[in-house]
């Protein structure tokens, strides 16, 4: 049976104890075209291609496959219908080379012929204009290779409906533009691709259709040439959105940290930071830029005495006239030394909070050696979670729920809740609006303003330019662990910062003979 | 595996992941899984054997409290699992794999022996203080190495720990054949038969009140460490995440040290009150294999020592009824193990009924309806 539609899927309904990932969804799917599922996060776009891909079984509802009721319970019958996904978080094994990764799984009689392998995989890549050496390894790659090994893994299995879960997450500008090009050759070949993200503007780049999702439910589906980015915010949120980020005027400049010679190595001697200089001042936001893995990490780190470094960070109190140093200091050392320096990592739950301790518990990760008395003073964190709580709106069902139970956005405000009350003089923050809905982005970076006019020196790694634009008041730009340049935010373009991103400062390369 | 058909046809069991859940309602499921699985074992009992199932658990409630004597040993012996379960807590809630506890208990139990032997002349306050300190120190010590190792080197104290037990294990082999007695039997023998130094003292008439009373005081104790202490707090975090506990500025090696030396403290007690407060010798069985069920006693108790004490006496009646309908029966000792074995499956898997539920095909229409 041929029919308009590659996949339909009716009033389809999950829930996962009492809450409803997906209610009464219904989503048609042509050939050879480009649908956009949008939403927040937590508004139910993966689990709803997750029934698709067999990962998850609806409580209710019917799925059709080229008009004909399907049933998908696990990713081998999906195949089976032509589904294939690709997960945000990469399911490949390291050590084993592209060409393995593709065939993993698939029943083939007799030894695996390496050669034939290769050729299919060499006709896919053409046929879609992929790039990838099928013998190398996958520990061997980047980011965006272990992607399209993904994609080709889907494709050589025959997948006729392709579900992509955020794939330009990872991606650069230049990358995303051609897993773009990519995608429309699939689509020129009939196929149907499912692209799931919540970045406004890819949805408008590449898709011809857009689902919005809110909480779980189908709130509607446009013709991407017919509609707007406010349009589709509003629709992703339920209310109207103002868009634009307030920056408040900067106060008075106080020196803070002024870095100086910052350098770092990792666990094999490849250097992470080069000669990174720098004053941080109190009273203004500095917004640190650069593509993912080029020193953000060990620069905050170092500030806060987890990363071994070199060279020299020094510290001026509020109210002291003498600088002190930092670097060679330990966490505790830092904090007994009266350094006010608070810390959101980007690992929220790995670094920042304990998932499965609650709220309270939570509240007293830094503070818990407070006073003398060998017992845990509960009393205070207890007090703090409830102020965080209230003020923060934190969506949680009590003090003493595990943090892990709570939802992406409510982790982070507990977390910031949490830097912020010991008011600090130095706020850094890594990714701090990363996963989070658009409310709570906007929460973060009001708490960001507020803090800023309290005088505190904030760092605020980010990797989202129109916001590192919009809020900052200097960026600083990182690029292979050099600091490239700093630019007064008012007076740069999303284009300037980016092209220091990718490539070092004609003067800055001159002075370093050897670069990562 | 049965493939879907063409036809709709939902699979005729599906997993979901249940809400919280109460506790009255997560121990009923508990309860459940132990009714099944007596039912079960009924079934076994009664194919492979013959025997009827009800006076087979007749015979093996006998055998565990069926007399006053039997009973304290019942105690005698889950007091001693426990000891160890709760010495194990801390270092498991840290995620540190201390699978030494048996190397720890025998060192624990040879210190304590060479002080009934060599300071038998000693007043009995003095002796006890002295067997209390050297079974306490040699436990600790037995736990420092592979803690010091971990903190350095970062080895991995899962094998370190495990062989430290055989090093624990040809210390005491050595202790055995020095103090051989008598001449030529290989074993040691109970230490001071006549005199009863370095003994526990009866309390209340009971041999082994005291053996209650030390476990008890440090179960209790222990509960409130992990739980309200700064110590606890610490070892709660390190175990949880080693970026989480570095960020909070704990200082990671000194925790890993401070906790494995408390660990093999409570174990090596465990050995003196085996040694001063049981058996009255010193062999290589001492610690008898009680370091690794201890492992199980821990984990399922998920590291509340309060629950550590009725799984210990679970463990320890199953295994004396074991004991009692073998040789009531003249039953070779795999059936009974394979009672255990039931009756543990059952435990460990109602905790599964307790995180999932299942879903019917009929149950389901039903709820569209």
């Known amino acids: 049976m041929d029919t308009e539609y590659a996949v339909s899927m009716k009033i389809i309904t999950k829930?996962?104890?009492?809450?409803?990932?997906?209610?009464?969804?219904?989503?048609?799917?042509?050939?050879?075209?480009?649908?956009?599922?949008?939403?927040?996060?937590?508004?139910?776009?993966?689990t709803l291609m997750n029934m698709l891909s067999g990962i998850y079984y609806p409580d209710s509802g019917e799925i059709f496959v080229n008009g004909e009721e399907v049933v998908?319970?696990?990713?081998?019958?999906?195949?089976?219908?032509?589904?294939?996904?690709v997960h945000q978080h990469f399911k490949l094994i390291s050590v084993f080379t592209a060409a393995e990764n593709i065939v993993l799984g698939l029943h083939s009689k007799g030894d695996l012929n390496r050669n034939a392998v290769a050729e299919d995989i060499r006709k896919i890549c053409d046929k879609y204009g992929f790039e990838?050496?099928?013998?190398?390894?996958?520990?061997?790659?980047?980011?965006?290779?272990?992607?399209?090994?993904?994609?080709?893994?889907?494709?050589?299995?025959?997948?006729?409906?392709?579900?992509?879960?955020?794939?330009?997450?990872?991606?650069?500008?230049?990358?995303?533009?051609?897993?773009?090009?990519?995608?429309?050759?699939?689509?020129?070949?009939?196929?149907?691709?499912?692209?799931?993200?919540?970045?406004?503007?890819?949805?408008?780049?590449?898709?011809?259709?857009?689902?919005?999702?809110?909480?779980?439910?189908?709130?509607?589906?446009?013709?991407?040439?017919?509609?707007?980015?406010?349009?589709?915010?509003?629709?992703?949120?339920?209310?109207?959105?103002d868009l634009n980020i307030n920056r408040s005027p900067r106060g008075e400049l106080t020196k803070r940290l002024s870095i100086h010679d910052l350098c770092c190595t990792d666990i094999n001697g490849i250097p992470k930071l080069c000669d990174v200089s720098m004053d941080v001042f109190g009273g203004e936001i500095l917004g640190i830029a650069g593509i993912s893995g080029c020193g953000q990490k060990e620069l905050l780190e170092g500030i806060a005495g987890l990363q071994r470094?070199?060279?020299?960070?020094?510290?001026?109190?509020?109210?002291?006239?003498?600088?002190?140093?930092?670097?060679?200091?330990?966490?505790?050392?830092?904090?007994?030394?009266?350094?006010?320096?608070?810390?959101?990592?980007?690992?929220?739950?790995?670094?920042?909070?304990?998932?499965?301790?609650?709220?309270?518990?939570?509240?007293?990760?830094?503070?818990?050696?407070?006073?003398?008395?060998?017992?845990?003073?509960?009393?205070?964190?207890?007090?703090?979670?409830?102020r965080v709580v209230n003020e923060l709106e934190v969506v949680t069902p009590g003090l003493s729920t595990p943090v892990r139970q709570l939802s992406g956005g409510n982790v982070q405000k507990v977390l910031v809740g949490r830097e912020i009350s010991s008011s600090p003089a130095v706020l850094m923050s890594a990714y701090a609006v990363r996963g989070l809905d658009i409310n709570t982005s906007y929460t973060i970076y009001n708490l960001m303003n507020e803090q800023k006019e309290r005088g505190v020196a904030v760092i605020y790694v980010g990797e989202d330019l129109d916001v590192l634009l919009e809020l900052c008041d200097r960026i600083a730009?990182?690029?292979?662990?050099?600091?490239?340049?700093?630019?007064?935010?008012?007076?740069?373009?999303?284009?300037?910062?980016?092209?220091?991103?990718?490539?070092?400062?004609?003067?800055?390369?001159?002075?370093?003979?050897?670069?990562? | 595996m049965n493939r879907p058909e063409k036809a709709n046809k939902d699979p005729l069991i599906r997993i979901a992941k249940r809400d919280a859940i109460s506790k009255p309602r997560a121990w009923g499921i508990r309860l459940i899984g132990v009714v099944l699985a007596l039912i079960v074992c009924a079934f076994v009992i009664y194919a492979i054997v013959h025997l009827n199932p009800l006076k087979v658990y007749g015979s093996m409630f006998n055998g565990a409290f069926g007399t006053e004597k039997r009973t304290w040993v019942t105690v005698r012996d889950a007091m001693m699992l426990l000891c160890i379960g709760v010495g194990l807590a801390p270092?498991?809630?840290?995620?540190?794999?201390?699978?030494?506890?048996?190397?720890?208990?025998?060192?624990?139990?040879?210190?304590?022996?060479?002080?009934?032997?060599?300071?038998?002349?000693?007043?009995?306050?003095?002796?006890f203080l002295l067997m209390i300190v050297a079974s306490i120190v040699a436990g600790a010590l037995w736990a420092l190495l592979?803690?010091?190792?971990k903190s350095k080197w970062n080895t991995n104290e899962t094998l370190f720990t495990l062989m430290m037990n055989y090093v624990a294990i040809q210390v005491t082999s050595f202790f055995v054949s020095k103090w051989e007695n008598p001449y030529g039997s290989n074993t040691v023998g109970v230490i001071n038969p006549n005199s009863n130094e370095g003994w526990f003292p009866a309390v209340f008439g009971e041999q082994y009140f005291l053996n209650v009373l030390i476990v008890m005081t440090i179960t209790v104790a222990m509960y409130y460490y992990l739980k309200y202490s700064k110590h606890g707090?610490?070892?709660?975090?390190?175990?949880?995440?080693?970026?989480?506990?570095?960020?909070?500025?704990?200082?990671?090696?000194?925790?890993?040290?401070?906790?494995?030396?408390?660990?093999?403290?409570?174990?090596g007690l465990a050995g003196f009150i085996a040694v001063s407060g049981a058996s009255h010798t010193i062999s290589t069985s001492t610690a008898g294999g009680r370091g690794f069920t201890a492992i199980i006693v821990a984990w399922m108790a998920k590291f509340n020592t309060y629950v550590m004490i009725l799984i210990a006496f679970l463990l320890v009646f199953l295994e004396k009824g074991a004991i009692e309908i073998a040789s009531l029966y003249n039953l070779n000792n795999f059936v009974s193990e394979m009672i255990e074995g039931i009756i543990l499956f059952f435990i460990l898997g109602s905790e599964f009924f307790i995180n999932y539920r299942l879903i019917f095909r009929s149950k389901k229409e039903a709820d569209a309806e």
């Open chain 1, 15 to 46: 829930t996962f104890g009492s809450v409803i990932a997906n209610e009464k969804v219904s989503l048609d799917i042509r050939k050879g075209e480009i649908l956009s599922l949008l939403g927040e996060n937590g508004s139910g776009k993966t």
């Open chain 1, 72 to 85: 998908i319970r696990s990713p081998k019958d999906a195949l089976k219908y032509g589904i294939g996904m």
């Open chain 1, 132 to 241: 990838i050496d099928p013998n190398k390894k996958i520990y061997d790659m980047s980011v965006s290779e272990k992607q399209t090994v993904e994609i080709v893994k889907v494709l050589y299995r025959g997948a006729d409906i392709l579900i992509l879960d955020e794939p330009t997450a990872v991606l650069t500008p230049q990358e995303t533009e051609r897993l773009f090009s990519v995608m429309r050759n699939m689509k020129a070949d009939g196929k149907a691709v499912i692209i799931i993200t919540h970045k406004l503007m890819e949805v408008l780049a590449v898709s011809d259709r857009v689902a919005v999702l809110r909480r779980g439910k189908n709130v509607g589906i446009l013709n991407t040439a017919e509609t707007g980015i406010q349009e589709l915010t509003d629709l992703m949120v339920g209310h109207k959105v």
């Open chain 1, 309 to 386: 470094v070199s060279g020299s960070i020094m510290y001026t109190a509020p109210d002291a006239e003498e600088p002190v140093e930092i670097v060679g200091k330990s966490p505790l050392e830092i904090m007994r030394s009266g350094i006010a320096l608070s810390f959101v990592p980007e690992d929220r739950l790995g670094m920042g909070l304990v998932g499965n301790m609650d709220l309270t518990d939570n509240m007293m990760i830094r503070s818990y050696l407070n006073g003398s008395s060998p017992l845990l003073d509960r009393k205070s964190p207890k007090d703090l979670a409830k």
């Open chain 1, 477 to 516: 730009v990182l690029c292979s662990g050099h600091l490239n340049k700093i630019f007064e935010a008012a007076e740069t373009s999303k284009d300037e910062v980016g092209f220091y991103m990718t490539c070092l400062d004609p003067e800055a390369a001159g002075k370093e003979d050897k670069t990562i």
């Open chain 2, 91 to 127: 270092a498991f809630k840290m995620r540190f794999w201390n699978i030494g506890a048996e190397g720890q208990v025998l060192v624990g139990g040879v210190a304590t022996a060479a002080c009934m032997i060599y300071c038998k002349s000693f007043p009995a306050p003095l002796l």
């Open chain 2, 146 to 149: 592979p803690a010091v190792f």
């Open chain 2, 233 to 267: 707090y610490e070892i709660a975090v390190v175990g949880e995440s080693l970026d989480t506990a570095r960020y909070a500025g704990i200082n990671t090696k000194a925790v890993f040290i401070r906790t494995m030396l408390l660990s093999g403290a409570v174990c």
